[in-house]
């Protein structure tokens, strides 16, 4: 397999792929600016080095034959492969990054990335992008140490630039059962250290809890908000979650809002973050571009999912 010589061509595939879209040479001969008799010649040798007819003329149209259609469709994904080759050298030659990350802090609702992220599927040239998901200092590991292209981040270190693009709320809550439940509101401080909170971990590779999430004494600590809303649902502590993780439970009555004295809910802005800052490329800026102009105008909407 290492030496062997194709017998066809990109160029003979192409036009028998013309010709076919076309319904026939003459059309096809048109949009390819070719003469009719190149472009049969050109299937005719395509059909004699591979030993099968791939085309058979009914009247004035020419038709694929069974054999046809099995090679035309694979035919089509070999000159898109090619395309996307071509593409990419045109890309890199113009410093168009082939892979960019995107971190970004676990409150953010995805949901609101969808948009962005289908234009960027459109207008992307096939760059590969990679959504890490961080919480507290390592999402501002990223930032510091530029090991993400793109950062989504509640905080900003000092010396960096960030520009807003949503709020974020968090609500205090707890099952229906729970003891905190059956207390008087609002809740105290030291009513909360007494039971067990469930907390997210820390993505950074050397954590500082500065953020203020971490009040009681006793925790556990899991690695996504999906597995404390399973923990909490089940009665087993209470934690801070963002609306779009706790609202449906809320609505369904398997979670309990708590008011907490001094507090309603904790909440804060997020903004878009380019680590690298004039170092940042074109598709990294593409994306951050796409990002601000769907940006969700949902403040409001987040407070009376937060009040729900």
Same mark, same amino acid.
């Given at each position: 397999?290492?030496?062997?010589?194709?017998?066809?061509?990109?160029?003979?595939?192409?036009?028998?792929?013309?010709?076919?879209?076309?319904?026939?040479?003459?059309?096809?001969?048109?949009?390819?600016?070719?003469?009719?008799?190149?472009?049969?010649?050109?299937?005719?040798?395509?059909?004699?080095?591979?030993?099968?007819?791939?085309?058979?003329?009914?009247?004035?149209?020419?038709?694929?034959?069974?054999?046809?259609?099995?090679?035309?469709?694979?035919?089509?994904?070999?000159?898109?492969?090619?395309?996307?080759?071509?593409?990419?050298?045109?890309?890199?030659?113009?410093?168009?990054?082939?892979?960019?990350?995107?971190?970004?802090?676990?409150?953010?609702?995805?949901?609101?990335?969808?948009?962005?992220?289908?234009?960027?599927?459109?207008?992307?040239?096939?760059?590969?992008?990679?959504?890490?998901?961080?919480?507290?200092?390592?999402?501002?590991?990223?930032?510091?140490?530029?090991?993400?292209?793109?950062?989504?981040?509640?905080?900003?270190?000092?010396?960096?630039?960030?520009?807003?693009?949503?709020?974020?709320?968090?609500?205090?809550?707890?099952?229906?059962?729970?003891?905190?439940?059956?207390?008087?509101?609002?809740?105290?401080?030291?009513?909360?250290?007494?039971?067990?909170?469930?907390?997210?971990?820390?993505?950074?590779?050397?954590?500082?809890?500065?953020?203020?999430?971490? /009040?009681?004494?006793?925790?556990?600590?899991?690695?996504?908000?999906?597995?404390?809303?399973?923990?909490?649902?089940?009665?087993?502590?209470?934690?801070?979650?963002?609306?779009?993780?706790?609202?449906?439970?809320?609505?369904?009555?398997?979670?309990? /809002?708590?008011?907490?004295?001094? %507090?309603?809910?904790?909440?804060?802005?997020?903004?878009?973050?380019?680590?690298?800052?004039? /170092?940042?490329?074109?598709?990294?800026?593409?994306?951050?571009?796409?990002?601000?102009?769907?940006?969700?105008?949902?403040?409001?909407?987040?407070?009376?999912? %937060?009040?729900?």
């Amino acid at each position: 397999m290492p030496h062997y010589r194709a017998k066809s061509t990109l160029e003979q595939w192409r036009i028998l792929q013309a010709v076919v879209d076309c319904g026939g040479y003459a059309h096809a001969a048109e949009k390819l600016n070719k003469s009719q008799s190149s472009l049969n010649h050109a299937v005719s040798k395509l059909q004699q080095v591979l030993g099968v007819q791939l085309l058979e003329i009914k009247g004035r149209k020419a038709e694929l034959t069974h054999v046809g259609e099995v090679m035309l469709r694979r035919s089509r994904q070999l000159t898109q492969t090619v395309y996307e080759l071509e593409q990419l050298a045109c890309n890199m030659e113009q410093g168009w990054e082939p892979e960019i990350k995107l971190a970004l802090e676990m409150v953010f609702d995805r949901n609101d990335l969808i948009p962005a992220l289908k234009d960027f599927q459109e207008h992307g040239r096939g760059s590969r992008l990679t959504i890490e998901d961080t919480v507290l200092t390592g999402t501002l590991e990223h930032i510091r140490n530029q090991s993400a292209d793109l950062v989504i981040t509640h905080q900003l270190p000092k010396g960096y630039l960030g520009e807003p693009i949503h709020d974020y709320y968090m609500d205090l809550v707890c099952h229906p059962a729970h003891p905190l439940a059956q207390q008087d509101s609002p809740i105290s401080q030291d009513e909360l250290a007494q039971h067990l909170q469930i907390v997210i971990r820390d993505t950074a590779t050397q954590p500082a809890e500065e953020g203020g999430w971490l /009040k009681a004494e006793q925790r556990w600590t899991v690695s996504h908000f999906d597995e404390a809303l399973r923990l909490v649902r089940s009665g087993l502590g209470f934690c801070w979650l963002p609306p779009y993780i706790a609202k449906r439970a809320m609505q369904k009555g398997s979670l309990r /809002k708590l008011e907490l004295k001094g %507090s309603t809910c904790r909440k804060g802005s997020l903004y878009l973050v380019l680590p690298k800052g004039d /170092k940042t490329g074109p598709c990294s800026r593409l994306l951050a571009d796409l990002v601000l102009r769907h940006a969700p105008k949902r403040q409001e909407d987040d407070m009376e999912a %937060s009040a729900g």
